[in-house]
């Protein structure tokens, strides 16, 4: 049993379906030659039927005729007084008709038991009074010698005639209905037959049109979609036309078509930063010995020179620019090192209020009104405090310099449901900046990509590790009421 079961799994689609179809169009068959079989059967008992009643008005018509021709006989024997009179063989003609109208199966049954009985009974009186009235007669003399038996006789073979007629055209009628009956239940049939045949064919013609429109088309499609993404063009998407199984299915074949490109490029956005990252941390080993001597040097100049040198101005400025070569080495340093998050429960106020406190001088310097708004924050946080706060430092200070000179800056924090339908954090950072070009915004989180004349592209890019390292989303849109650009931080809820 397991061998032809692997085997119909091992068929193709196209044919399993036509297997069905077969199946269907053989029951179809069945179902025809039933039908055809009924009507066989019913012409049948219809015929069967005919026969009987064609068969019991013969019988009745002879027996009629057979009184008729006795009564005319002795009705001429007595007109002519005809002395050589011979009496007719009466019994001998009705005995093996009523016998035989008797042993007919479908006698009683089409006349009704008490009719035929009652024919049975007046046929007999009518043939004993005929019979009466011919033994009645002289061999010689007068034929009617009895007028009053040949009465009785009238008389007897009237009342079986009127019975005979009454049943006559009662069977008349039967035999009319039923040739009727028969020739409206075979018409009838045979619509039904061919309203069947129809029906199937044309159900067969739609369910292959169905199934290569339905089934056929979308695995075409699929197996189309895998082929150009097997072949790396992971740009190919399949047009979601209906919602079946089908449909769902191809939007998860895009799905996976999505994932996999952001796969890839993570993948490759992760082997880039490990050569840059290989890269960077040579070049702070080969300048942070050279930069240390040019700042040792410089300070030790420094404190030789007197107080009212001009060189020390110069010395100053050799060692602020090292100090910020050296700075700028650390965030290169940093943003190509794999964070490592160390999480601890810190009050949301007081991030808040840290976060209001760095950036309040470089906000006034700027002459930029700086707002921060809290709305039902949790009272605890569990996060990585110093990589938190050095996030929303970079998204801050991106949003001071990006705002126009007398403009806002606002940072709002609240409690709200993610995508997912659990409870989260969005922190929103916003300006009255020109806000971020469209063109741009999918690529304003990756390392050194920057739109600043003097940026170095590591703000942005660290943020966007910091809050991924976290389980949570960072995007940017536009600010529906400052105007510029609204960099939106969710971060899931761990601790209330």
């Not at 038996?149 to 019975?163: G, I, K, M, N």
């Not at 040579?282 to 050279?290: D, E, I, Q, S, V």
Request: charged fraction near 25%.
């Amino acid at each position: 049993m397991l061998g032809p079961r692997l085997d119909f799994l091992t068929l193709k689609l196209l044919h399993k379906f036509a297997i069905l179809l077969a199946l269907l169009g053989l029951s179809v068959l069945i179902s025809l030659g039933f039908a055809a079989w009924s009507v066989q059967t019913i012409n049948a008992e219809v015929s069967s039927a005919y026969s009987d009643l064609t068969f019991i008005l013969e019988q009745l018509d002879r027996i009629k005729q057979a009184y008729e021709h006795d009564l005319a006989a002795i009705h001429e024997a007595h007109a002519k007084r005809d002395r050589g009179f011979e009496p007719l063989p009466i019994g001998a003609q009705i005995d093996p008709i009523l016998e035989g109208l008797e042993k007919a199966p479908g006698f009683g049954r089409r006349v009704g038991a008490g009719t035929s009985m009652l024919v049975s009974r007046l046929v007999r009186e009518c043939r004993t009074a005929l019979e009466a009235y011919q033994a009645s007669a002289p061999k010689e003399g007068d034929a009617a010698a009895d007028p009053a038996l040949r009465d009785a006789a009238q008389s007897s073979f009237e009342a079986t005639h009127s019975l005979i007629e009454r049943v006559q055209a009662q069977l008349l009628r039967d035999v009319e209905f039923s040739l009727d009956y028969g020739r409206d239940l075979r018409g009838m049939l045979m619509r039904i037959i061919s309203a069947s045949l129809a029906l199937s064919v044309l159900a067969a013609l739609l369910a292959v049109v169905l199934v290569r429109r339905w089934v056929m088309a979308p695995i075409t499609e699929l197996r189309r979609a895998t082929g150009e993404i097997a072949a790396g063009n992971f740009a190919y998407r399949l047009a979601v036309r209906s919602g079946d199984e089908f449909g769902q299915l191809s939007g998860e074949v895009n799905h996976m078509a999505e994932m996999v490109v952001a796969a890839q490029q993570r993948l490759v956005e992760r082997e880039r930063l490990a050569a840059i990252g290989e890269l960077v941390r040579r070049l702070a080993h080969n300048l942070r010995n050279p930069l240390a001597g040019i700042r040792s040097l410089a300070e030790l100049t420094r404190s030789e020179l007197p107080a009212e040198s001009d060189l020390r101005e110069n010395q100053d400025r050799i060692v602020g620019a090292v100090d910020r070569f050296e700075k700028w080495l650390s965030d290169l340093l940093h943003s190509t090192t794999p964070l490592e998050i160390r999480r601890e429960r810190i009050r949301a106020a007081d991030l808040c209020r840290s976060l209001e406190a760095s950036h309040v001088p470089m906000a006034r310097g700027r002459r930029i009104e700086l707002i921060v708004e809290q709305d039902g924050l949790p009272e605890w946080l569990d996060v990585d405090p110093m990589q938190i706060e050095h996030a929303f430092v970079a998204l801050l200070s991106n949003a001071i310099e990006a705002a126009p000179e007398g403009g806002t800056v606002r940072l709002r924090a609240s409690r709200v449901v993610d995508e997912r339908g659990q409870a989260a954090i969005e922190w929103r950072v916003e300006d009255s900046g020109s806000g971020v070009d469209p063109a741009v915004a999918g690529r304003i989180f990756t390392p050194h990509f920057t739109t600043k004349k003097h940026g170095t592209g590591i703000g942005l890019a660290v943020a966007h590790n910091v809050v991924a390292a976290h389980g949570g989303r960072i995007r940017v849109e536009r600010s529906s009421d400052l105007g510029g650009a609204a960099f939106i931080v969710t971060l899931p809820m761990q601790a209330d």
